[in-house]
């Protein structure tokens, strides 16, 4: 098995972007390649076929990668919470809340864990891709780095640097960076690329004789431009392109300070006629067609949030105008009427009232429910099947003392081959479960004409297909930009 990390000079700097490229354009050469990320600290996760849990940006690797997601790529996934703690997910399996401080202190037993993963990938793949985090030279954090050097070192690999001139500075960020490592890892280096370049590339052309002024040795691998229709999901929970989408009617995401899983949101991009923005003021809930609560890993803290910051009211206020309000996962508990985690268990403890749009009580336990399923949704114009998966540790349930208000399900689902109702459907409020549940073209549909948004025009691929599509484009972008012999040469060695 040959192992090529893909190392950045900064957060952000495309390292996620890149090992996607990458392993989509291994895969279509007959290369059987596979993603990994000894640590990921992210709010946005996948749930795999057996119930783990995951980064996000790694099932999408594995996707382009022609694999199936599997909790092997991702070891250590650390969701924060609020107040300097974090859920502790190891090898898909979820543990305790722990603070940073005392999550250092299980730096070698957590290390143990990385490298036994990284054996398991010996037999099993022709390459390992490896995806950094950060920059490989904070000099307070190298003595206890999981994710950058010490994986590559133990695999005996090779490592690309990317730098992103976006933010300025491309030439100080890739040569410093080279000269922060030591002898020993540059001597493992194969190249660097320089990423994200917007407009006429013919400017950089003397980018090269530069770089080899103060790096001689290391190949220069060439410059990628940015391309803003080939932007897969970020493993952050967004990422400053995501901010803002689209143009037509107004659909509004709430950005909760402890959101997860803001790719809920992404399969609005393919449809014409709409807008998605995300919002945290309730000024900007003023032209909003549509309002939808996405996922938060801390649901309490971010409903009080809601009120604090006037949110709440002007939600409320809108579904009196007649406004659709959708809430998933964090955000369908808080439409409720009350929420209960007397433990702490999903961030801040405590009993607190929804926002009673919804005839259902929250209580949550430690018993997280973590699994893939698929959807069934039926309405008058279609009806469509897509997986889905539920990340989620509330117990939802009706409240069937209110006869008068009970309310039928959103759809349905399907699970160890047993069909069960999912979710809660009132006039104008949905709540669901589902990650994933606007993957459907229908359901986005649906959703429209209950806001009576006459101009949406959903696509005619589907998310799926879309998907698989963009990792073979963003293959195309590499061949078409980059010098890849360097690759090559170590592959065939």
Known sequence: MKAISILGTSSNAGKSWMVTALGAWLRRNGVRVAPFKAQNMSNNSYVTLEGGEIGRAQAVQAIACGMRPIAEMNPILLKPSGNGTSQLVLLGKAKQHIAAIDYYQHIET????????LEFWRDRCDVLLLEGAGSPVELNLMHRDLVNLRPIIHLQGRWILVGDIEKGGVFAQIIGTHQLLS?????MGLGFVVNKFRGDLRLFNDADHHFRQHMPHLPYLGVLPYASDLQPESEDSLCHEAETSGSGAKIAWIRFPHLSNSQDSQPWQLDAGIETLWVQSAAELDRARIIILPGSKNTLSDLQWLRTTGLADAILLAHRRGIPIVGICGGYQMLGKYLSD????????????GLGLLPINTEFTATKQVRQVQAIWQSEQAIDQWMTYEIHMGNTKSIESDKSWLLPPLLTIQCDREYRDEGTKGDLVWGSYLHGLFESAAVRQSLTR???ISEHQPALISWQDRQHQLYNEMADLLEAHLNLDEIRNYLDK
Do not use: F, M, S
């Open 183 to 187: 002898e020993t890892v540059k001597a």
């Open 450 to 452: 209950l806001a009576n």
């Open 342 to 353: 007397r433990e702490g268990v999903a961030g801040k403890a405590g009993d607190v009232e």
């Open 110 to 117: 957590l290390w143990e864990i990385v490298q036994d993963t």
